[in-house]
């Protein structure tokens, strides 16, 4: 439960609602009942309705929900794609964007939240299998899966502890997820390796855990720590490892604004390479609730950021002479100073969500472009009615200019539509599209678009539309 909704404010209110429900008759009317049914619930669902901090990666506060039934669910469809590129981990040879093939694919996914007395869980799990018919696709299976996880549990009053986890294993490169109802977090405060090239076996994960503690109404605490590894399997690309802390103190100016300061510390280390990467940041945070459903929140400051990497210089003409090299390697070292600011505006609806976030920091790279600035901006829209229909739209899109190693510009522009119908009582048909536009104007070979489209029939148990993003 996020710090700047303290469960203080919200328990005093509904016993001294539900105590004239104690005595004689009216103990036994509706009105009471419906009372007492709500001083009963969970005290994480016992929220006051302060806005979302985003530095601590909070979801907007109006979709923080007290209980959804975890609900399975299985998937086989038709699909297609396009743009399909991939290294054989044998010869190393290059297939870059030129294959495109028919397939089918199998999915299971898992999703829910369940609160307690002090405790919430939330889980978001897909994991997929996709085999492709051309037989020039480099590997023609494909497994994928992703997990997003929060639990959050509340010490006492003033002391509370979250745990989120953003992780998966995937062979093709998707967009980053937007604000799944059942997460508790938003996704994008984690690191996500969603800009890769290859059509290569990457595991990542994304930890963050944080103290909250909150000393009264208004002034709280908040220490962190956090964690990311993304681990590709083809050598010829770089594999990295980061670790960080963070800090900040909430102060909450209203009903209906917080304002904050908020330190940060990471640390990147590339494997195969020397190559290492620093980042301190100092911003200021500042969210608002304009409306129960409308808020704005974000964080901006200045990051200095310290890089270090081998460089190939070549050697003097006269010294080549004598050695018999004509270039040598360098270690570099380099301090840059720059912006570092994430904001995000969010609506909530009776059956869905619509956001709008942008953001600039410095990001580990792809793989082939190492540590690089980057913007990203991301738009994304869900619904989910009562009955029969659901489906969620997302857009992004994100430019990046490499520090180190290869030094370059790059970026990339995605979308991604999915909808499903439910044509019976545990039967749905569902459709996605999702597509990627790779983009630079240093080097033209970067260049490609790649596109997946799929048709299929779901089954799970449950009489609501099923959501598949």
């Known amino acids: 439960m996020p710090a700047n909704q ?37 005290a994480l669902a016992q929220q006051y309705g302060g806005p979302a901090i985003l530095s601590r990666g909070d979801a907007p506060a109006a979709m923080a929900s007290a209980q959804i039934a975890f609900r399975p669910f299985v998937n086989l469809a038709g699909t297609y794609s396009a743009g399909l590129s991939g290294l054989d981990y044998g010869t190393q040879a290059a297939s870059v964007g030129g294959v495109s093939s028919f397939g089918g694919s199998g999915t ?83 690191y996500n390796p969603t800009t890769d090239f290859y059509d290569n076996r990457t595991t990542f994960a994304s930890t963050i855990a944080n ?15 956090h964690f990311n590894l993304t681990d590709r399997q ?10 960080g802390a963070n800090g900040d103190v909430q102060y909450r100016l209203s009903e209906r604004s917080t304002v904050g300061a908020v330190y940060t510390y990471m640390h990147f280390v590339y494997h195969g390479t020397f190559n290492a990467t620093d980042i301190h940041t100092a911003a200021g ?19 200095r950021t310290e890089f270090k ?6 050697i003097d003409p006269v010294v080549a002479a004598l050695i018999g090299l004509r270039s040598g390697v360098v270690i570099h070292h380099g301090i840059v100073m720059h912006p570092d600011y994430n904001v995000r505006l969010s609506q ?79 039967t749905h048909v569902t459709l996605a599209f999702n597509g990627m536009k790779y983009q630079s104007s240093t080097f033209s070979g970067y260049n490609r678009l790649t596109y997946f489209a799929s048709l299929g029939l779901s089954f799970a148990p449950g009489d609501v539309p099923l959501r598949i993003w």
């Open 309 to 314: 990497f081998l460089q190939t210089v070549p």
């Open 285 to 303: 945070s500042y969210a608002i609730r304009f409306t129960p459903s409308l808020e704005l929140t974000g964080f901006g400051g200045i990051s």
């Open 348 to 426: 909530n609806f009776e059956h869905g969500v619509a956001y709008i976030s942008n953001s600039f920091s410095i990001t580990p790279g792809n793989g082939l472009f190492l540590t690089s600035t980057a913007q990203n901006t991301m738009a994304g829209y869900s619904y989910t009615a009562h009955r029969y229909w659901s489906f969620g739209i997302t857009a992004g899109y994100m430019k990046a200019s490499s520090l180190s190693n290869v030094v370059g510009d790059y970026a990339d522009a995605n979308g991604s539509v999915s909808a499903s119908r439910q044509i019976g009582r545990a």
């Open 234 to 243: 083809l050598v010829a690309l770089y594999s990295v490892t980061g670790e």
């Open 6 to 42: 303290p469960l203080t404010l919200a328990s005093p209110a509904k016993a001294l609602a539900a105590a004239p429900c104690r005595t004689g008759a009216h103990f036994r009317s509706a009105a009471c009942a419906a009372l007492l049914a709500a001083a009963a619930l969970p």
């Open 211 to 225: 103290l909250v503690y909150q000393r009264s109404m208004r002034l709280s605490f908040n220490l962190g720590g």
């Open 108 to 190: 299971v996914g898992l999703s829910g939240v369940h609160s307690w007395e002090h405790t919430q869980l939330g889980l978001d799990y897909l994991g997929s299998y996709s085999h492709y018919a051309n037989p020039n696709v480099q590997t023609t299976g494909y497994r994928n899966q992703s997990v997003l996880f929060s639990v959050t549990h509340r010490f006492s009053e003033h002391a509370t502890f979250a745990l989120r986890e953003n992780a998966g294993v995937y062979s093709q490169p998707t967009a980053s997820p937007g604000l799944p109802q059942t997460a508790g977090f938003d996704p994008a405060a984690t």
